[in-house]
């Protein structure tokens, strides 16, 4: 697979189509399953709460990931981000309801760089609040 978005297509400040993720108790349940991380926080309420939580908090690196879907879905080419970070600025708290918490993504070209690379800021909001700082990708185009 390689980037469907040509170097040429592009220019600072293209935005990336905007993505809404849903984050449900069931969600967290399966990413700890597949990453090992079943630390308590991320799926029992007492627990969460005891420890000075609002409630149950989305993994940082699940929400993560989601986030960078915005511009592996652009691009076409997961292999295509050749650098990623973020900082984690607040929790995604998922309630224990029908709709649980909805992480929204929106992404930008900041920078053209050498090589047909771009450097793509993204911002991910939930309930409101910024819960990504920093979040940065370079991304590898046609």
């Not at 978005?5 to 990413?31: C, H, K, N």
């Not at 592996?72 to 295509?80: E, K, R």
């Amino acid at each position: 697979m390689a980037a469907k978005i040509s170097y040429t297509d592009v220019e600072v400040g293209t935005e990336l189509p905007a993505q809404s993720f849903p984050v449900t108790r069931a969600s967290l349940v399966r990413y700890a399953g597949a990453s090992g991380d079943f630390n308590p926080i991320h799926w029992n309420e007492k627990f969460a709460t005891e420890v000075g939580l609002p409630d149950v908090i989305a993994h940082g690196m699940f929400t993560m990931a989601e986030a960078i879907r915005v511009v592996t879905d652009w691009v076409g080419d997961p292999a295509a981000v050749v650098e990623y970070g973020v900082r984690f600025t607040k929790p995604v708290i998922v309630p224990n309801d029908d709709k649980g918490a909805l992480i929204e993504v929106s992404a930008k070209v900041a920078a053209l760089l050498e090589d047909n690379r771009v450097r793509v800021d993204l911002t991910a909001m939930s309930a409101g609040q910024k819960v990504l700082g920093m979040s940065r990708a370079v991304v590898q185009l046609a």
